[in-house]
């Protein structure tokens, strides 16, 4: 149904006139669906819910997960300030500014084989700080 929406899109585009795109790509994929539904083929072919239990599962997380994340990030913010700068730096550009390893070479001035090495070392004293910071909750 996406391809097929997409088609209509690039087949109907001068159709469109001053509706806003996003709306008018909206009432395409409705209405396509809307449509496979209805079909009685779509209709016989689709188990019955009893037949088939569904579950929903509702995904926003709750009060103790909630908790449970913010002792995580508690312990890996405690973690990442006993790590030295210049590994903190590069952990914090890779991951959480999402930067490629060769931007990261170029924000920092650095060659790329140091960036590798300090990423590798950094994970890796990261990882042992969390291990042990673990044991000692446990």
């Not at 795109?21 to 072919?45: E, P, Q």
């Not at 239990?53 to 300030?81: F, H, K, M, T």
């Not at 500014?97 to 004293?125: E, N």
Request: with cysteine; aromatic share 10%; proline share 4%.
């Amino acid at each position: 149904m996406a391809q097929e929406t997409f088609l209509r899109v690039l087949r109907q585009h001068a159709t469109r006139g001053n509706r806003p795109f996003k709306s008018w790509l909206y009432a395409i994929a409705t209405n396509l669906a809307r449509d496979h539904f209805k079909s009685s083929a779509t209709r016989l072919s689709t188990p019955l819910a009893s037949e088939h239990e569904v579950w929903i599962l509702d995904e926003v997380p709750g009060p103790e997960e909630y908790a449970l994340r913010g002792e995580q990030r508690s312990a890996l913010v405690d973690a990442l300030n006993l790590l030295g700068m210049e590994y903190r730096t590069t952990l914090w550009l890779r991951f959480y500014c999402d930067l490629s390893l060769q931007g990261i070479a170029d924000t920092l001035g650095i060659p790329l084989g140091t960036v590798k090495w300090r990423l590798s070392t950094g994970l890796r004293r990261l990882r042992s700080l969390l291990a042990s910071s673990a044991d000692t909750y446990c």
